[in-house]
């Protein structure tokens, strides 16, 4: 495994939103870009913003593009941890893991406890109610190596994401014919309910079990 951490923009802080917004989302496009032109299938991506004004516009049709441009890539996004109540209007969406409304290669992920299921964010619900969250996989203190080779423990969303990313990479490995939008509906088809038919919850196992038996 192998780590490219060059700085893409010029740390400090900036004053004006637009602007600020504007470079945050051309950090995240250079490193989806450069993602997928590295030849990868799956990449993990744990970034992003709710809010977002006018100057949001072109970045996030930059991204859909760029995501329909990479077909043959399934992106697995953290579906953000910013949504703060129990109603449909309290529930936040969070951009880019959103394309994953429309875009067939998208999985947005909320997080939920391991032992039960129940969400530990309201991501995780899916409470817009628009398939703003693809399904939902641990977030409860995940161990985890970091790149200078130590072991650190995180939750949320952040850390749910890669425990579905690696599965997609698990299932692509021994069903290597599929399409991103066969792993993404795999994935989905697999998992575990959550609480109430709320939401999902990945279930690894059955999903490489099945993928085993379609890529014979």
Do not use: C
């Amino acid at each position: 495994i192998s780590y490219d951490l060059t700085p893409i923009a010029a740390s400090g802080v900036i004053e004006d939103f637009d602007l600020r917004e504007r470079l945050y989302f051309s950090v995240l496009l250079a490193g989806l870009s450069k993602a997928a032109a590295s030849g990868a299938r799956v990449v993990n991506l744990s970034m992003g913003e709710v809010q977002h004004g006018d100057a949001m516009i072109k970045p996030l049709a930059s991204a859909r593009k760029l995501v329909r441009k990479a077909k043959d890539v399934l992106f697995v996004m953290a579906a953000g941890n910013h949504s703060t109540g129990e109603t449909p209007a309290d529930a936040a969406v969070h951009w880019p893991s959103a394309l994953a409304i429309t875009e067939p290669n998208v999985v947005a992920v909320g997080a939920a406890f391991a032992d039960d299921q129940t969400p530990l964010v309201n991501t995780a619900l899916d409470l817009t109610g628009n398939g703003a969250i693809t399904l939902a996989a641990s977030g409860d203190s995940v161990l985890a190596s970091r790149p200078d080779g130590r072991l650190w423990l995180f939750e949320m969303t952040s850390s749910a994401t890669p425990l579905v990313a690696g599965t997609a990479g698990l299932v692509f490995a021994v069903w290597p014919e599929a399409t991103p939008s066969e792993v993404k509906s795999l994935l989905v088809s697999t998992a575990t309910p959550l609480p109430n038919d709320l939401h999902a919850f990945l279930n690894a196992e059955a999903a490489v079990n099945a993928a085993m038996k379609l890529g014979r």
